[in-house]
C-alpha cells in the first residue's frame, strides 16, 4: 500500500501525454512518500466507493480526492449509467449503447421536453463523500475543487459541486479543501483541450497541496 493514494477521474489519472508525471505523482516525488494514482477516467463517485477500500491501506497517510466534473454533467433524465470501475467486456457494450441512446434522445429533443439530470446527483455526490470523510477520521483527506471547464457551459454545474465539496470538507477537522477553481480560471494556459490539464497545470496542483500539507505538518510540530 501506498502512503498517497489518489481517487478521481480524468484529469487525478492525466493522459497519456502526462504519462505517470499527474499531479499525484508530483506530489509523492516533492513530499518523498509512495504513490498509488487509483484514478479512472469517467469515473464518478460512484466509482469512488467501490475503489477506496481496495485502494487505501493501513500505510496511507494523504488521501487525495477530485470528482466533479462527471458528476455533475448534465444529461437525458432517464439514462442509465454504466460503471467505469470495475470495468468488464459486458460494460464497455452497455456504455457504447447508451452512448447511442443519449445520442437518440438528443436528436429528438427529449432533454429538453422530458428534463436532465446530473449523472451523479447532488445528495449522492454529497453523501459518497461524507462516506470517505466518515471512515478515515485518521487520515489527511484533502477534497480538491473541479478546475473551470473552457467548455464555460459546464461551469455553473461543476460550480455547484464545488460548494458542495466545500461544504463537506468545513464539516471534518481532518479535511482539507483545495480550491482550484478560481486559480485555473486565470490560466487557460495551463489547459490541453476544454478539459483535460497539462502538464504545467498538474505541477501547480501538485505544488499547492504539497503547500497545504506542510503548513499542516508545521502545525502539529509547533
Keep these: 500500500m501506498a502512503q498517497i493514494v489518489a481517487l478521481g477521474d480524468c484529469n487525478t489519472r492525466g493522459t497519456d501525454s502526462i504519462g505517470s508525471n499527474a499531479y499525484p505523482e508530483q506530489l509523492g516525488a516533492l513530499l518523498g512518500k509512495s504513490v498509488r494514482n487509483c484514478g479512472v477516467t469517467m469515473s464518478t463517485t460512484r466509482e469512488m466507493i467501490r475503489l477506496y477500500p481496495e485502494c487505501i491501506g493501513e500505510e496511507t497517510e494523504i ?64 453523501r459518497h463523500l461524507e462516506t470517505l470523510a466518515e471512515a478515515y477520521k485518521e487520515k489527511n483527506l484533502f477534497l480538491i475543487d473541479t478546475v473551470p471547464n473552457q467548455d464555460r457551459r459546464r461551469n455553473p454545474e461543476i460550480l455547484r459541486y464545488n460548494t458542495v465539496m466545500r461544504q463537506v470538507a468545513e464539516r471534518y477537522s481532518h479535511v482539507i479543501y483545495i480550491d482550484l477553481y478560481r486559480l485555473f480560471e486565470k490560466h487557460p494556459e495551463w489547459y490541453m483541450e476544454a478539459t483535460h490539464i497539462n502538464a504545467e497545470g498538474h505541477r501547480v496542483i501538485a505544488e499547492r497541496i504539497a503547500s497545504y500539507y506542510m503548513n499542516l505538518a508545521d502545525g502539529e510540530n509547533s
Excluded at 456504455?95 to 443519449?102: A, F, S
Aim: glycine share 4%; net charge positive.
Design 63 to 126: 488521501v487525495l480526492v477530485q470528482y466533479g466534473l462527471v458528476d455533475s454533467w448534465k444529461t437525458f433524465k432517464y439514462s442509465p449509467y454504466v460503471l467505469y470501475y470495475p470495468d468488464n467486456p459486458m460494460r464497455k457494450i452497455a456504455r457504447k449503447l447508451v452512448k447511442k441512446y443519449k445520442k437518440i434522445a438528443r436528436n429528438f429533443g427529449l432533454n429538453r421536453l422530458l428534463g436532465e439530470n446530473n449523472v451523479v446527483p447532488i445528495p449522492a455526490y454529497r
